[in-house]
């Protein structure tokens, strides 16, 4: 092979498994493994790296490559193997699950090593009727393994027995290497991220991750004139006694029992989050369907207000409650500072109701 490229040697000094098989290769006919896999080592560089993304970029340039016809990356998941990323002739069987026990890509988890169907029709290690339902004559399954754990498989399908060649394999088994890694890097980032995004005593999310949705839902509807939500403001009333009373520990266990009620009473588009201390906020998705929001509002406020158990016996807490109307012309924080001064007015009147 010639001189490296500046492409090349960042990619290999990121990483030295690649160079080393660079070496390897020299001028064999197989340099196109190389070439794909630097390919795809810069597409993932370039690309938004989450474990979606890593999926699938390598799904689709390892078909390509090996000119499979079908290719997926398939997630061992609570004893079954579920489709996720998919390429080609296999593209929309996202989500199809296969026992691990009784099939190729459970015994390829269990075992570590990649294996190789000739001809599904005459091979009891596979799912035959799986194979059927996809047309998996012939197939390579690699397992896309970190460390000591195997994550999944990478495999590519043909329509056809004997369709894969010696240096298909090899060029999976190279691929499968550096992307395993990915993956273990792009879903601890995920992890990250979604960490960031949470209040850890509650499980809600956070006002950071609230006043995110909050603002994406404005820019969606920008120059719309309809409301697009209903934001709510809660702050708990007599949560204070409480924590003078019994601690914080006891505070803790009430502010849990309230996110768990807060998250078991939205529906799927809502988002509720716990904005700091003993105050709470709810994203109430658009008002144009039933239910309407407002009165969700009023059964969520009931179900806050109902006693719960704890450590030290039956509590309640009372809540106040403003809402703010959101509009596509609104701020996010602009919405959150409406509601909340609407809560302190509820509050108010709560605290001094009219005779």
């Given at each position: 092979?010639?001189?490296?490229?500046?492409?090349?040697?960042?990619?290999?000094?990121?990483?030295?498994?690649?160079?080393?098989?660079?070496?390897?290769?020299?001028?064999?006919?197989?340099?196109?493994?190389?070439?794909?896999?630097?390919?795809?080592?810069?597409?993932?560089?370039?690309?938004?790296?989450?474990?979606?993304?890593?999926?699938?970029?390598?799904?689709?340039?390892?078909?390509?490559?090996?000119?499979?016809?079908?290719?997926?990356?398939?997630?061992?998941?609570?004893?079954?193997?579920?489709?996720?990323?998919?390429?080609?002739?296999?593209?929309?069987?996202?989500?199809?699950?296969?026992?691990?026990?009784?099939?190729?890509?459970?015994?390829?988890?269990?075992?570590g090593e990649i294996l190789i169907s000739e001809d599904t029709e005459t091979d009891p290690r596979?799912?035959?009727?799986?194979?059927?339902?996809?047309?998996?004559?012939?197939?390579?399954?690699?397992?896309?393994?970190?460390?000591?754990?195997?994550?999944?498989?990478?495999?590519?399908?043909?329509?056809?027995?004997?369709?894969?060649?010696?240096?298909?394999?090899?060029?999976?088994?190279?691929?499968?290497?550096?992307?395993?890694?990915?993956?273990?890097?792009?879903?601890?980032?995920?992890?990250?991220?979604?960490?960031?995004?949470?209040?850890?005593?509650?499980?809600?999310?956070?006002?950071?991750?609230?006043?995110?949705?909050l603002e994406s839902m404005i820019s969606a509807a920008a120059g719309d004139g309809n409301p697009v939500a209903v934001a709510l403001y809660i702050d708990l009333d007599g949560f204070k006694p409480i924590n003078d009373i019994h601690g914080h520990a006891v505070g803790d266990e009430v502010l849990r029992t309230i996110g768990q009620r807060i998250a078991a009473t939205c529906r799927s588009d809502d988002l509720g989050a716990r904005i700091g201390g003993d105050e709470f906020a709810i994203l109430l998705a658009s008002t144009t369907y039933p239910p309407d929001p407002f009165s969700l509002r009023d059964r969520l406020l009931d179900v806050l207000q109902r006693e719960m158990v704890t450590s030290v016996g039956p509590l309640t807490v009372g809540a106040s409650c403003g809402a703010a109307v959101v509009g596509g012309a609104d701020l996010a924080e602009a919405v959150l500072a409406r509601a909340d001064a609407a809560m302190y007015a509820d509050k108010r009147t709560r605290s001094h109701p009219q005779s």
């Open positions: 092979m010639g001189p490296l490229t500046v492409a090349e040697y960042w990619i290999f000094a990121r990483e030295p498994a690649l160079f080393h098989y660079h070496q390897r290769v020299g001028d064999d006919p197989s340099v196109a493994t190389l070439q794909t896999i630097i390919k795809v080592q810069q597409a993932i560089n370039d690309a938004d790296i989450t474990a979606d993304a890593v999926m699938k970029i390598v799904v689709e340039q390892g078909r390509i490559a090996t000119g499979a016809p079908g290719a997926v990356i398939e997630l061992a998941e609570f004893g079954e193997m579920v489709y996720t990323a998919t390429s080609g002739s296999l593209a929309g069987t996202e989500g199809l699950r296969l026992s691990m026990s009784g099939s190729m890509s459970g015994e390829c988890v269990r075992t596979v799912d035959l009727e799986a194979c059927r339902r996809v047309r998996a004559r012939s197939m390579v399954v690699v397992p896309l393994v970190d460390g000591n754990r195997t994550q999944g498989v990478l495999k590519v399908t043909s329509d056809q027995p004997h369709a894969f060649t010696d240096d298909d394999v090899d060029l999976l088994e190279q691929l499968a290497q550096f992307i395993a890694k990915a993956l273990a890097r792009a879903n601890v980032m995920d992890e990250k991220a979604h960490a960031a995004s949470v209040d850890a005593l509650t499980g809600l999310a956070n006002r950071a991750a609230f006043l995110a949705r």
